[in-house]
């Protein structure tokens, strides 16, 4: 029996795989930067997840044995999602970066008190200790504390308290209908692309702008499928499978690690300044997504088990 066994046990697929999307979303600010040099906002989101419901669109034949009921909660979600972006990215044009992450981390915290009244699952103390942490985690990481609410803020706020209600009915969903996470994923880009694209034809044509060529356009055409293959395709399937195999806080905590990639990726990549409270903040929030998914009774009783039988 090797080491890797009993880790396997320990942590989840589902939970490996959450990583990974805040990995990937924490990475995926830069690219959307770099692509909204190219093209506008509602047409980049337009074409983002158009691409992607092309691609998911053979999926779709599952919704042909579910109920109304189902097919309603599906497409909540779906709205639910398009709400989340809209209200992210116009806010995120209208406030300081730091305040955007301090408050799209609040949906750590809210998603517990959001799955107490929707799901009657109460958090358990490991959980409410690991929102703490990600909560102080977050704060550093925003600046010090420096902090000033302004109409950006406001959507900002909005989308993390919509994010915890999205995980939550997306849990209620996924419990309650046989359908597979490809499914609901297709859903969701075929609302978030038709809903951009309706509000951007009525409310704002001048969205509206001719495709960039693929000749000499290379890195606004990678940008757009590293948006699409990582970021919306994979990331939104293992989010969508992981919810259905989770508990919504859980699934909130792993998510809420994003801002420390995001800060990790800027660094690296980017080049941009992270101060050491900073560094100290993303820390923390990596440590409170371990604090609630690896069980360490579990982990060192397997180590010591180990230990025992090579000795």
Not at 118 to 131: D, F, H, S
Not at 156 to 174: E, F, G, H, N, Q
Not at 187 to 196: E, I
Request: glycine share 10%; net charge positive.
């Amino acid at each position: 029996m090797t080491f890797a066994s009993p880790v396997r046990r320990l942590l989840p697929v589902s939970d490996l795989l959450l990583f990974v999307v805040a990995m990937v979303w924490g990475s995926s600010y830069g690219v959307v930067k770099n692509a909204l040099g190219f093209y506008p906002v509602l047409a980049l989101i337009a074409l983002r997840f158009g691409i992607t419901f092309v691609l998911l669109s053979v999926n779709l034949r599952h919704l042909r044995r579910v109920d109304l009921k189902t097919l309603m909660g599906v497409l909540t979600c779906g709205l639910l999602l398009l709400a989340i972006f809209l209200a992210e990215t116009f806010g995120v044009m209208l406030t300081r970066a730091a305040n955007a992450a301090f408050l799209i981390s609040l949906c750590v915290v809210m998603t517990p008190l959001v799955e107490w009244a929707m799901l009657r699952r109460k958090p358990g103390a490991t959980e409410w200790l690991a929102v703490a942490v990600s909560l102080g985690g977050a704060w550093l990481l925003a600046g010090d504390g420096a902090f000033s609410f302004n109409p950006g803020d406001a959507l900002i706020l909005v989308a993390a308290v919509l994010r915890a209600l999205s995980v939550c009915v997306t849990k209620r969903v996924m419990r309650a209908s046989p359908l597979p996470a490809l499914t609901v994923t297709a859903v969701q880009a075929g609302v978030v692309a038709s809903g951009s694209a309706l509000l951007a034809f009525f409310f704002v044509p001048s969205q509206w702008q001719p495709l960039p060529s693929f000749a000499g356009h290379g890195a606004f055409w990678g940008s757009v499928m590293y948006l699409v293959i990582a970021c919306t395709l994979f990331a939104f399937f293992a989010q969508n499978y992981a919810i259905g195999r989770s508990s919504p806080t859980r699934v909130s905590l792993l998510m809420g690690s994003e801002p420390a990639f995001g800060a990790l990726f800027a660094s690296v990549w980017l080049g941009e300044h992270v101060s050491a409270t900073g560094w100290i903040g993303g820390g923390l929030i990596v440590l409170a997504s371990l604090m609630a998914t690896v069980p360490w009774r579990g982990w060192f009783a397997a180590r010591s088990g180990l230990a025992n039988r090579s000795t």
